[in-house]
């Protein structure tokens, strides 16, 4: 069997394990998921008119359709940060030592999480969806590319956030610690274009929101879905992506090589 077929066998079974562990101990998920969804209904229930009226004049389901491109992007943040308390609890309950010594393919126990994070980010950004489209949100001018393109694009930012969550749970010292280092990846998105336009933040404080990796990405979402205009940050998005993706492949491997020497 080669190489490259012993790795897939390995990181499918660290995949499925991730996945029984998820779905044994739900209730971490449910925490998070939680988090976008009362924010949704509370901005859009209690907030909407007044925001709506602020934001462009209109009234709440205007605002339904602003709001609903931030909360599936911080919904991916939001899921994340259970995959660096999983990876964290993986690294201090002595499974990992367990691992090194059988034979198997050392950088699976990653790609598993890894590619179960990604799953669930998807699952999640699906309910959260849902939620949306039953409050009201519609893209009926989104052709059947951009709806591809729109999923690409998060399934795109869900591997670039589960690799720094992946990295975040391996310099923790326990599951707690890692769940406090992963808390900017819901900080960011409220200082996003998530909730108001850049436009209306301070001057001296747009410059942060827009060209942080949330903003970007929500306004590609944006344009893709609304048919709003995208300018560069479609760009700014994939490179956004791409840089952290590969920033914690490597900051993840390097750390999880030299824990194992």
């Known amino acids: 069997m080669s190489s490259l077929s012993l790795t897939m066998r390995d990181s499918s079974t660290m995949l499925r394990r991730n996945l029984l562990h998820a779905r044994r101990y739900p209730s971490l998920t449910l925490n998070l998921l939680l988090t976008p969804v009362m924010l949704l209904l509370l901005f859009v229930y209690i907030f909407g008119d007044a925001m709506s009226a602020g934001i462009s004049g209109g009234d709440r389901s205007d605002y339904i359709a602003y709001i609903v491109p931030g909360i599936l992007l911080m919904t991916i943040g939001s899921t994340t940060i259970g995959t660096a308390v999983s990876v964290s609890t993986d690294m201090t309950e002595g499974i990992i030592a367990r691992f090194r010594t059988m034979a198997i393919h050392r950088q699976s126990v990653l790609i598993g999480h890894v590619a179960g994070s990604v799953l669930q980010c998807v699952m999640s950004v699906v309910l959260v969806g849902a939620v949306g489209v039953a409050i009201g949100f519609r893209s009926t001018d989104a052709t059947a590319m951009e709806w591809l393109a729109a ?75 609304l048919g709003t205009e995208i300018g560069h940050n479609g760009w700014l998005a994939v490179g956004w992506c791409l840089a952290l993706t590969v920033l914690g492949y490597r900051w993840s491997k390097a750390r999880f090589d030299r824990d194992a020497k």
């Open 151 to 225: 999923f690409g694009l998060l399934a795109l930012f869900a591997l670039a956030l589960t690799w720094i969550a992946v990295g975040m749970g391996l310099v923790s010292p326990n599951a707690e610690a890692a769940g406090n280092n992963a808390m900017p990846l819901i900080f960011l998105p409220l200082i996003s274009s998530t909730f108001v336009p850049v436009d209306a933040m301070p001057g001296w404080f747009q410059p942060i929101a827009e060209y942080q990796p949330f903003t970007p990405a929500i306004e590609t979402l944006r344009g893709l879905l």
